[in-house]
C-alpha cells in the first residue's frame, strides 16, 4: 500500500550536532533554553508537515507553555535561530519556519519510507531546493551534518564576528523597545479582544497596588515601569493554563482590595501564581475570599444565603 503520510514518528539526529558553530552560538546568546526551544520546534516541523511549520500564535503558545517561558522570550530565540542560519530568515518572515537541510531531509526520509513521490513534493511557496521539490540519491551532505572543521574555517569564523556585532546591535535595540512599552503606555485598541481581557484585569491590579503604595508613603518607580508581559501574562497563564475563570481573578481582586492584610503583601500579578507549602496564593485568596463571605453571611436563611451566593460567585468555575 502506497505510504502517504507527510509527518514522521521518529527521526535521527547526528551525535556531532552540538559541533556545529550555529548550536553553540545559538546557545551562548540564548542560553541551554535558546537550544530546547530550537530542539521542540525541529521536532514539530518534523512530526507535523515533515518539511515546515507554520509559524503562528498557537505555536508560540504551546512553546511558551511548555518551557514555562514568556512569548517575547520564544521569539527572540526563533529570531536567533534565522540568524545563525538555523532557519531561513526569508521564509519566517513569510511565515513558516523551515532550512534547505530540513527540506533534504524529509525528501531523503521520505524516500528511504518508500512513500509515492507526490507526498514529499515541498510546497512551491517554501521550496528552497534546486529541483522542483525532489531530490537525487546521490544529493551532497546535507547542510545540518556538516558540521566537522567548521571551526577552522577562517570565512565561516569571519562572518560570525560580522554577525555578533550586528547582533549585539539589534539585541540592544529590541530590549529599548520591548523597556519601552509600560502598562501605562499600552494602546489597549490595538489588543485582539482576549488581550483587551487580560490586560484590563492586570491594569486593574496594576491600579490598585500603585494607590496603595502611594497611600503607604512608598516609592512607586518600580511600578510605574511596569511590563506589560511581566503583568499580562501571569493573568493570561491563569487563565489558558491553571484553567481559572475571569469571575474567579475578578473575585480575588475584590478580596485583596478589601483586605487590609493581603492589600500589602500582593505587589504583582506574578505573586498570585507563586506557590507556598504547594498551594498558589491565587488559591489561597480565592479560597479565604469565600470563607470570608459564608462566614459573614452566616445568620441568613439558607435559601438566601444560596441566592447570594450565587450571585456573588456568578461564571465562577
Known amino acids: 500500500m502506497a505510504n502517504h503520510r507527510s509527518g514522521f514518528n521518529y527521526y535521527s539526529v547526528d551525535t556531532d ?25 525541529l521536532n514539530e516541523i ?68 518508500k512513500r509515492v513521490e507526490e507526498s514529499y513534493r515541498v510546497p512551491d511557496s517554501i521550496n528552497l531546493l534546486q ?7 546521490d544529493s551532497v551532505k546535507l547542510q545540518e551534518e556538516s558540521t566537522k572543521h567548521q571551526e577552522d574555517s577562517p570565512e565561516l569564523q569571519e562572518s560570525f ?36 481581557s487580560y490586560f484590563r484585569i492586570a491594569k486593574s491590579f496594576w491600579s490598585l497596588i500603585r494607590t496603595n503604595l502611594v497611600a503607604l508613603n512608598l516609592g512607586t518607580t518600580t511600578i510605574d515601569g511596569a511590563n506589560y508581559d511581566t503583568w499580562v501574562d501571569p493573568i493570561k497563564f491563569l487563565v489558558e ?8 481573578i475578578r473575585e480575588v481582586y475584590s478580596f485583596i482590595r478589601d483586605d487590609d492584610f493581603w492589600i500589602k503583601q500582593i505587589r504583582s500579578t506574578e505573586k498570585l501564581r507563586k506557590k507556598k507549602d504547594g498551594e498558589s496564593y491565587f488559591e489561597k485568596l480565592l479560597f479565604q475570599s469565600r470563607s470570608k463571605y459564608l462566614k459573614s453571611n452566616s445568620k441568613v436563611t439558607g435559601a438566601e444565603n444560596h441566592s447570594s451566593t450565587k450571585s456573588v460567585f456568578k461564571g465562577a468555575k
Open 46 to 113: 518534523y512530526r507535523v508537515k515533515g518539511c515546515y511549520a507554520e509559524w503562528n500564535e498557537d505555536l508560540l503558545f504551546d512553546i511558551a507553555e511548555y518551557f514555562t517561558i514568556s512569548e517575547t522570550q520564544v521569539k527572540e530565540i526563533i529570531d536567533e535561530c534565522c540568524d545563525v542560519g538555523l532557519f531561513n530568515k526569508k521564509q519566517f518572515d513569510n511565515g513558516f519556519v523551515t532550512s534547505k537541510s530540513i527540506q533534504d531531509r524529509f525528501v531523503k526520509w521520505s524516500k528511504i519510507a
Open 241 to 248: 493554563k491553571d484553567k481559572r475563570t475571569l469571575d474567579e
Open 131 to 137: 529541483t522542483s521539490g525532489i531530490i537525487q540519491e
Open 161 to 196: 564576528r560580522k554577525f555578533a556585532t550586528k547582533k549585539e546591535s539589534r539585541v540592544k535595540k529590541s530590549k529599548l523597545k520591548e523597556s519601552k512599552l509600560l502598562m501605562s503606555d499600552v494602546d489597549e485598541s490595538t489588543l485582539d479582544m482576549t488581550s483587551q
Open 17 to 41: 550536532r552540538y559541533l556545529d558553530l550555529r548550536i553553540k552560538r545559538l546557545k551562548k546568546n540564548c542560553g541551554p533554553t535558546g537550544i530546547a526551544v530550537y530542539d521542540y520546534v
